[in-house]
T-cell receptor, first 110, second 119 residues
Framework: GDSVTQMEGPVTLSEEAFLTINCTYTATGYPSLFWYVQYPGEGLQLLLKATKADDKGSNKGFEATYRKETTSFHLEKGSVQVSDSAVYFCALGTGNQFYFGTGTSLTVIP | GAVVSQHPSWVICKSGTSVKIECRSLDFQATTMFWYRQFPKQSLMLMATSNEGSKATYEQGVEKDKFLINHASLTLSTLTVTSAHPEDSSFYIC???????????????FGPGTRLLVL
């Protein structure tokens, strides 16, 4: 069945470092892919999304490209800030089904 | 953008009481809403899918008599935890899909969550 595999954390980076959080998926159809962010004590916020192969989602300096050939949707940011500390979830949506990765905790230290 | 609210944001109750959590889509009509449960430092666990005007579809292992879901309108779904016990303490999050056709239909918009503590 469809599923999402996400890089395990926790990840700790210094401010202004480069961030990559890996996400790969398995799907029988043509899913949409998402990254959600959860700040401490809060619900999930949609960070970015991509609907088809080669689409690039971007928001707040974060980017992810839908790669069909490698079935990946890695999240990247060129220069992280302390305020980016949160848990990041990769997700796959197809029809009425939604699949989440296990989440990756990111801590950015000054 | 699409906004989903939840009420209450947190609740403390005694064991044996029932707790109702509301989930509202504020600026769009949500034909489908989802209820999740999240344990500390873990991912979201889908509990049930709620469609307006019909019975909710529960995931395997989720007791439908324990977690009553009512999707009364296109903007409101409620989750009632009946006869709550300490093991029901958790973070409950709802999400909704925009049924009006705006944006991407698979996109789920999440509420801020409700933290339940059963004493």
């Amino acid at each position: 069945g469809d599923s999402v595999t996400q890089m395990e954390g926790p990840v700790t980076l210094s401010e202004e470092a480069f961030l990559t959080i890996n996400c790969t998926y398995t799907a029988t159809g043509y899913p949409s892919l998402f990254w959600y962010v959860q700040y401490p004590g809060e619900g999930l916020q949609l960070l970015l999304k991509a609907t088809k192969a080669d689409d690039k989602g971007s928001n707040k300096g974060f980017e992810a490209t839908y790669r069909k050939e490698t079935t990946s949707f890695h999240l990247e940011k060129g220069s992280v800030q302390v305020s980016d500390s949160a848990v990041y979830f990769c997700a796959l949506g197809t029809g009425n089904q939604f699949y989440f990765g296990t989440g990756t905790s990111l801590t950015v230290i000054p | 953008g699409a906004v989903v609210s939840q009420h209450p944001s947190w609740v403390i109750c005694k064991s044996g009481t029932s707790v109702k959590i509301e989930c509202r889509s504020l600026d769009f009509q949500a034909t489908t809403m989802f209820w999740y449960r999240q344990f500390p430092k873990q991912s979201l666990m889908l509990m049930a899918t709620s469609n307006e005007g019909s019975k909710a579809t529960y995931e395997q292992g989720v007791e439908k008599d324990k977690f009553l879901i009512n999707h009364a309108s296109l903007t409101l779904s409620t989750l009632t935890v009946t006869s709550a016990h300490p093991e029901d303490s958790s973070f409950y999050i709802c999400s909704a899909r925009d049924g009006t056709g705006r944006g991407l239909k698979e996109t789920q918009y999440f509420g801020p969550g409700t933290r339940l503590l059963v004493l």
